[in-house]
């Protein structure tokens, strides 16, 4: 029997070249079923003249078909689906009785029901997206990225691509985190001091997971990062939110019974404030008089555009209790998901065995790639072309934010990729986000940053990382025009 060509067509949003998008379509057709095993395929010429493309594109893409089983060729007659071809799953029917197991008693720990901060899946359609952590698709490297990523598939780093790591790191990654990334942030570290983790999100779980129990407490900036309280919930230690001024966390009044301190010194989150080298040292001062742990996440340091960073709070630790956590995945990418912590060895010791329990350890071909993305250069390029771009998207919003006679609730002083913000009293920001989206423009409302029922409702804040500075003075204008005819 033969397959009718119309049978057949192109996703006009799918990805990659004609000939793999072609050899995907019909793969997938043979392993849903839709295809079996012995029909023929209509001619290259016929499906080349159906699909608009050229003979020669759906030639190739039955030949590498054929070269894996999914086809075979029988002389002049063509091209039919391999007798050796996978066959479709097949599953007896399921029952449509109801669950009868009452999960609400099976469930012995709950996750879900957290602090909500999503950002819209679709947020690349707004014309508007003023959103925090997205990536820019014109400032990235993407060619010498795929490059460094196909040397890290070739034969002579098979090893370190196939390998089971267990609970080591790629020692290429760790040695360039350790000999350029920190002294950078003015950290010295051994190799054996630093664990590559999932992203900074991982390296907070894995800290809170090493450092806290249902008997101890994490002093927490309010506002701060939403999925850490998140992550803290979870652990079911004790919270004790703690205010801030305009320098960072107000240090005087963390509790004495607090167990580990967690702290946004180098931006702030989500105020983007810079907290001052006095303050650093009163801190840590803080800590050592309490017995506490620092965890600092410097999760946006490359950022510094505006003026040189100022020394991570982990460099001016002499006692070894502060634990770092820093991340690539702010400045190349967010689904890259690479982190690393940096502490000291019996903290990173629990640190690798709790990590080498749940998910051994990073990718190798995510760590390998990376390391050759830093090694050769290109890092640093296109973090100084990033930081160019940002420094005018931020001289834009701050004249479009004067122009508007919007409010400034924080702003970094040394760079970053957001601004923080207050609208007027009474107004809800996230009623004021749901107005917006209508005209295309995306904001992140403020509550979710703060700790209980009774947080302000009027904060917001504005990312840059992704609008083109064209786009940033007519958004500006829509948020001022929704605040004067609020509500």
């Known amino acids: 029997m033969a397959i009718s060509v119309e049978t057949f067509f192109l996703n006009p ?32 010429r016929k499906l080349a003249h159906h699909l608009r493309v050229s003979r020669i594109t759906v030639t190739l893409a039955y030949t590498e078909l054929l070269a894996n089983d999914y086809l075979s060729s029988k002389g002049r007659s063509g091209y039919f689906v391999s007798e050796n071809a996978p066959e479709p799953p097949r599953f007896p029917p ?32 707004f014309r508007y997206p003023f959103i925090y952590g997205q990536t820019d698709p014109t400032l990235f ?49 051994e190799p054996d001091e630093i664990l590559v983790t999932m992203g900074a999100q991982n390296a907070l779980w894995l800290a809170t997971q090493v450092l806290l129990t249902q008997r101890r407490t ?22 004790a939110p703690v205010g801030l001024d305009e320098d960072g966390i107000l240090h005087q009044d963390i509790p004495p019974e607090t167990d ?9 989150c989500p105020t983007t404030s810079t907290m001052p080298l006095s303050r650093r040292r009163a801190l840590l001062a803080k800590a050592r008089e309490i017995g506490a742990v620092i965890v600092e996440d410097d999760y946006e340091f490359e950022m510094s555009f505006a003026g ?11 006692d070894g209790r502060v634990v770092y956590v820093g991340s690539f995945s702010k400045s190349l990418f967010p689904g890259l998901r690479l982190g690393y912590l ?29 390391a050759y993305f830093l090694r050769l250069g290109h890092y640093d390029a296109l973090i100084r072309r990033m930081s160019g771009v940002l420094s005018e998207r931020r001289r834009v919003m701050s004249a479009a934010i004067a122009e508007n006679n919007l409010t400034l609730a924080g702003q970094n002083g040394t760079g970053g990729s957001a601004v923080w913000m207050r609208a007027p009293e009474g107004v809800d920001t996230s009623v004021l986000a749901a107005k917006l989206q209508s005209r295309s423009v995306l904001i992140e409302p403020g509550a979710p940053f703060f700790n209980g029922a009774t947080a302000p409702q009027n ?29």
């Open 459 to 487: 904060f917001y804040r504005l990312g840059y990382s992704s609008i083109p500075a064209s786009k940033i003075p007519d958004g500006i204008r829509i948020i001022g025009e929704a605040l004067d005819n609020w509500p």
């Open 218 to 239: 994490a002093a927490v900036e309010e506002p701060c990062y939403p999925s850490l309280r998140n992550i803290l919930s979870q652990s079911r230690c004790h919270i």
């Open 141 to 189: 490297d993407h060619a010498n990225w795929r490059l460094c990523a196909l040397q890290a598939l070739g034969q002579k780093d098979f090893e370190p691509l196939t390998s089971d790591y267990y609970d080591q790191d790629d020692p290429e990654l760790i040695e360039f985190i350790a000999r350029h990334t920190l002294p950078r942030r003015g950290i010295l570290a």
């Open 342 to 370: 940096v502490g000291s060895r019996p903290f990173i010791r629990e640190a690798r065995a709790l990590r080498a329990s749940v998910l051994r350890h990073v990718p190798g071909h995510i760590q390998r790639t990376a």
């Open 308 to 318: 040189a960073p100022s020394p991570a709070l982990k460099s001016l630790d002499g």
């Open 94 to 125: 399921r029952p449509e009785a109801e669950e009868a197991l009452d999960w609400s008693r099976a469930i012995g720990q709950r996750f879900s029901g957290g602090t909500p901060h999503l950002k819209p899946r679709d947020w690349s359609r």
């Open 260 to 268: 580990v301190i967690f702290t946004t010194p180098s931006h702030q």
């Open 13 to 44: 949003d799918a990805q990659g070249t004609l000939q793999a998008q072609i050899q995907q379509m019909v793969a997938e057709g043979i392993l849903s079923g839709r295809l079996r095993q012995g029909e023929k395929l209509p001619s290259t």
